[in-house]
């Protein structure tokens, strides 16, 4: 699959936002290793809190289906910006990769790609728990 095609389909998947309070839409496609396409789009509630995020919807998707090996992920809003996944969804997507490829793109032809690595630098993994020793 190519990235101009993984990015229409975060825009199709974009339609389905849930964002009543914001009208901030955005889709996001997820591409696995094996080639397996997993969408989501962000999903508002009015306890803000309780909101999730397009990235982290196509994230959880993939993972409830077993799947672990993620290559990219292309994002999408309806802004005339670039939209970066936030803090949490780049917390979530290091979980799976330190290389998956960030896709953020205004439409299938203009796009700029990253690694999550780095767009969440020096983050906090698996890695640093083994690091501790379980005291104070």
């Known amino acids: 699959m190519t990235y101009e095609e993984l990015i229409e389909k975060a825009m199709e998947a974009k339609q389905n936002a849930y964002a009543p309070y914001s009208g901030f839409l955005v889709g996001a496609a997820l591409l696995t290793k094996e080639g397996k396409v997993y969408t989501g789009c962000n999903i508002e509630c009015a306890s803000y809190g309780a909101t999730n995020c397009a990235e982290r919807t196509a994230i959880f998707k993939a993972v409830s289906e077993g799947e672990r090996n993620i290559e990219a992920i292309a994002i999408v809003g309806n ?22 490829k960030i896709i953020v793109a205004r439409s299938e032809h203009d796009f700029m790609i990253h690694t999550i690595n780095n767009l969440l630098p020096n983050s906090f993994s698996f890695s640093n728990l083994k690091k501790t020793d379980g005291g104070l």
């Open 79 to 100: 802004s005339d910006e670039y939209i970066y996944p936030c803090g949490i969804c780049r917390q979530v997507i290091m979980e799976f990769g330190s290389r998956i």
